[in-house]
């Protein structure tokens, strides 16, 4: 084809975002990340009224919690719990097979390869189920355009899809109830004692399920710490290095380590983390009963002054200065950086990749302090990070057995459902190691991905019992972590912004750049602030507004 | 040689009655008529184009009537709002789109000096080449990296232009201070053009050198016999040969100019920054398609479009005053 | 009147022997010279990333921490790389995929521009303006993803193959290309034979078409890689995954991984490594590589009508 076809892939290819500024990341950097660019997840226009907490309340599932494994590491404070060992027995929580020969197809995103259609992993878990679920599984970085593009056409539409909340498509308030089924009819209240595995899922999750005051989604929970200061612990001791304990010393420090005739620098672009390390919100605030932007706040001032001392003291690698994000896992694991700012779900899977080279690896994640030096103010990241819809043309019985197997789906860890999910079959996709952790074989690893796992998922927990090293820094830190979270403004409610609002923060994401890079001067965020207000953003406040009144 | 006539009938045509003859536009119609029946094969030949252009081409382009619109993508086609031409006031309000504009005309121009005539000059050098080994090796090398996504050929740029990259690791470790190529606004220019002319100059060459090859060497030998050199050979056989692809390239080239470089501005914006990198593209694109915001989208497409349009065309016209068929011509 | 016709193979790989045309002078050592060190500083400038992405391909993990990114100077060397995206069959399935998509698709794709570009190259033909312009609008008005979506669903084209071929068919540079190439051929020998009586199909085979062996090879190829290229259609419009072409597989190689948390067995959604990026950067141009020299004759080979005699 011509060069003009060519291009003109290219260009659709390339509207997934390759920076930060989206999604590319983990699941919990990637709904944090979005909220806190402050750019809107893509979201649309309201037209239905403003719904009340008390409409929220009337349509959720009443919270009944199960336990099939008790925790090493208990949760605190909503913090995240650890097993360090996977228990002896696994029991089933579903006790008779929860389909009854239905076949659905159901639209969900990969951002890995895509597994073959019909291998033995979705023979052996549909088997389970009863049902016949065919996935259509879809390149995650491209996602957006094409729920977008399906949920134009509704006789295309699936019988269940996966949305990620940050792939929300604009004026989805008008699509949700056109093409999504109301499952209040069947979960709200103690209607979700039929599906115990739902109901286990924490009452935030489910809040934030609710659109325009009716529940339509199935949620992934997500975590209340989604981010944090990575640090490379092996080579901080080795260089006799101290955790800093303040904005400024922070910076003195890692310019200090900074070498580069070793190829070292002190970090890569730490702007996610370090705005949460000034408090700053994710959206919005409020002082004396008025709702102030993020843009708005002193915080944001100071943490994007920070930003710019850091790059200016040299301690920042030329590459992350230069915007290359998809390399920042590279180069801290070749220890080409000390500190980075990731989400949290990044850990795990840098100990994966790094360990079989490198035993002495050790990662971890700071404790949080806030610029000055005291306790810091966390603002809890979104209860649900991905979303599935069940389509409204489904019929009574068939939505019933679509939640029978989101039931199957939300076991908890410590059933033989979730080892099912999670790692396949033992002795075709996975064996036990000497500690009794699954490990997938090849087999395993191409077959066994997340695909019923987004449907809906239980309650989020550390299981990774193959590092149980890491299962307890982890967990303790989230511990110690959730002792200083605390709600955000409009903390879980799903609200819907008009699509014109939507590229309001792209002038402030420009703008890091060019004042971290010295290309402009701090006193230009008075101008985007100007602009940004009179372009939209008191339009915006008034919108929001009127939910923090209702 | 016979020479056909374009503007008799064809020979068995009936001719021309006296008394039609004087009815000026009867006889036009007839000879459209004619040219039509004359014509009619190659009508035929093009009619499979047609119609898949006009199914799968024009038909989405109507699309574009949500321009026009408040659209929502839920909401039928044609039940959308009208907003008249609101769009195309936002689009022509924001300052940043007429940044990129300037970014875009900017890109284009230096590439149509420093890119357009590289491939050209290629091809000649490469077919003055005796050894068809080395021919044959060095074309088979060249047009790789446009296979290459830009993706990946920023990040070779960056591991040998960038701050930790190889050319700063040789000059710090002779004492010189690093310089980051990679993050200069005012140099960004130049480096653009390096990574098009890297990625797609040895694929350029293989139009011109299909085009090199139509070219009878027996010209060139005759001119060799009459005593012209090397040079007055390019000169008077060689280019003017390859005039007319080269302005055909030249004049769709520019219909496409203000599409420039897309992924390849969208991995370096940041680091260059929005004022340096933004073109037209990128800006629709963080203006409009990321956030779903197809209406503004279409509206800053269509301007684009119209431009474009009147450009080629321009250049079209331009082209003829030269002498050349350019893109198409009257007759 | 006679025609004479001088196939110039000038790129002939079977020559070995460098052979100077009778008439053309030697060249100044000067100029040989430089122009040796021009064109080989070009080759130098891709061939040496091109051996870093090579070399980073086949390189262990170690050895890419250890050069913290990029590969220069060889270390452990290791397949495995290849191996885990080879393993599996998706890649093979993918690749046939794609090749039969390419294969018909361009095969369409040439017939019916090659109609269309002879169509258009009359001087004067009927209506050629009008059409010619209808053509070329296209070139400059994108249609929107959703309206494409929505037509090829109305059409009943989701999850089909040909939802990735009839589309993306026609390609008006193309067109216009090759009907640049149509005019430069001296009209008067196709005149004779439309006076002669021979028909437009028959001047099309017999005289056109084998003249113009060079640009259809280059347009061929133009379309072929469109083809083999083109994912983010495939992404839209296939639902099952055995549907996918190689392209969309591949680039699910390159994505970072994204980790859900709470899943107990890490291994699931392999993140890819450098060494495997750079893997998949290679696996996509092999069947080029493997193409392209068959095709390179043919570009640079043209049927020549010598002088017209008589």
Known sequence: ?????????????????????????????????????????????????????????????????????????????????????????????????????????????????????????????????????????????????????????????????????????????????????????????????????????????????VFQGKLYGLPYPGEVIQNAFFYRKDIFDELGLELPTDADSFIDILADATDPSKNRWGSDDLWNAGQIMFGVPDKWTEIDGKLVHKFETEQFRAALDWLTRLYKSGAVHPDAMAGNDQQANSRYEAGNTLVKSDGVGGWAESLARVLPSNPSYNTQAMDYFAADGGDPVLYKGSPASIFSFINKKADEAAIKEMLAVANFAAAPFGT?????????????????????????????QAEVTSTYSFLVHPPVVQAHVEYPQFVTDYCNWSARMSAFATDPVLYGVQIQEPAKFGSLGTPFDDLKADVANGRKDLSALDGAIKTWKSKGGDELRKFYQKYLDA | MTVVDERRPTPGAPPADPAIQKNATERKRRKRRALFRRDRTLLLMVLPALVLTALFAYVPIVGNAIAFQDYSPYVGMFENPWVGFANFERVLADEAFWSAVRNTLTITAFQLVFFFPVPIMMAILLQGLLSPRIRSLFQSIVYLPHFLSWVIVISIFQQILGGAGLLNQFLRDNGIEAVNLMTQPDTFLILVTSQALWKDAGWGIIVFLAALSAIDPSLYEAAAMDGAGRRKRMWHITLPALRPIIILLLILRLGDSLTVGFEQLLLQRDAVGAGAAEVLDTFVYYSGIQNGDWSYAAAAGLIKGVISVLLVLGANKLAHLFGEAGVYQKS | MSITTRPIDSSHPRTSKVVRPAWE??????????????????????????????????????????????????????????????????????????????????????????????????????????????????????????????????????????????????????????????????????????????????????????????????????????????????????????????????????????????????????????????????????????????????????????????
């Open chain 1, 1 to 209: 084809m011509s060069i003009h076809t060519a291009s003109s892939d290219l260009r659709a290819f390339a509207k997934k975002p390759l920076n930060r500024r989206s999604f590319l990341g983990f699941v919990g950097a990637g709904a944090a990340a979005a909220t806190l660019a402050g750019c809107s997840t893509g979201t649309a226009s309201s037209s239905g009224g403003v719904f009340t907490a008390a409409d929220i309340a009337g349509v959720i599932p009443n919270y009944y919690p199960v336990d099939y494994a008790v925790p090493d590491i208990v949760s605190v404070a909503g913090s995240t719990a650890g097993f360090l060992t996977l228990p002896a027995t696994l029991r089933k929580s579903v006790e008779k097979i929860p389909g009854s020969g239905g076949s659905y197809t159901a639209l969900s995103p990969a951002w890995w390869t895509i597994p073959s259609a019909n291998n033995s992993y979705f023979k052996a878990v549909n088997k389970e189920l009863g049902t016949d679920v065919k996935f259509q599984v879809s390149d995650g970085n491209t996602y957006g355009e094409k729920i977008q593009a399906v949920l134009a056409s509704p006789n295309n539409v699936p019988d269940m899809v996966v949305i990620p909340s940050w792939n929300l498509p604009p004026k989805f308030d008008q699509a949700v109830g056109s093409l999504f089924a109301d499952l209040s009819p069947f979960l709200a209240g103690d209607k979700v004692k039929d599906y115990p595995n739902l109901a286990n899922i924490p009452t935030d999750a489910w809040k934030y399920s």
């Open chain 1, 416 to 444: 033989a459902e979730y080892q099912l999910l999670n790692s396949g079959v033992k002795g075709t996709h996975y064996d036990l190691d000497a500690n009794g952790a699954p490990v997938l074989n090849e087999k395993g």
């Open chain 3, 25 to 310: 002078e030697p060249r100044a050592p000067l100029e040989a010279g430089a122009r040796a060190i021009v064109l080989f500083v070009m080759a130098a400038l891709i061939v040496v990333p091109l051996y870093i992405v090579v070399l980073t391909s086949f390189s262990s993990q170690a050895t890419i921490t250890a050069a913290g990114g990029m590969v220069i100077v060889p270390g452990e060397l290791t397949f495995s790389a290849y191996e885990q995206i080879l393993s599996g069959g998706v890649v093979t399935r993918a690749v046939m995929v794609s090749v039969g998509i390419t294969a018909v698709g361009t095969l369409i794709s040439l017939v019916v521009s090659v109609m269309a570009a002879y169509g258009l190259s009359r001087p004067g033909s009927f209506a050629h303006r009008p059409i010619l312009f209808f053509l070329l609008i296209t070139m400059f008005f994108g249609a929107g993803m959703i309206p494409s979506y929505l037509l090829v669903s109305n059409l009943g084209l989701i999850n089909s193959y040909w939802s990735l071929i009839l589309p993306s068919c026609i390609s008006v540079f193309n067109i216009f290309l090759m009907r640049g190439f149509f005019m430069g051929i001296d009209q008067s020998i196709l005149d004779s034979a439309r006076i002669d009586g021979a028909g437009d199909w028959r001047i099309l085979s017999k005289m056109v078409l084998p003249m113009s062996k060079s640009v259809i090879t280059v347009i061929g190829l133009f379309y072929g890689v469109g083809y083999w290229n083109a994912f983010f259609n495939a992404t839209l419009y296939i639902n099952d995954s055995e549907k996918l072409p190689l392209q969309v597989i591949l680039r699910s190689y390159v994505l970072q991984g994204v980790s859900v948390p709470g899943q107990v067995a890490v291994g699931s959604g392999e993140v890819a490594t450098l060494a495997v990026q750079m893997a998949v950067v290679i696996i996509a141009l092999v069947p080029v590589l493997i193409v392209y020299p068959f095709l390179q004759k043919h570009i640079s080979s043209g049927v020549m009508i010598g002088a017209v005699k008589g």
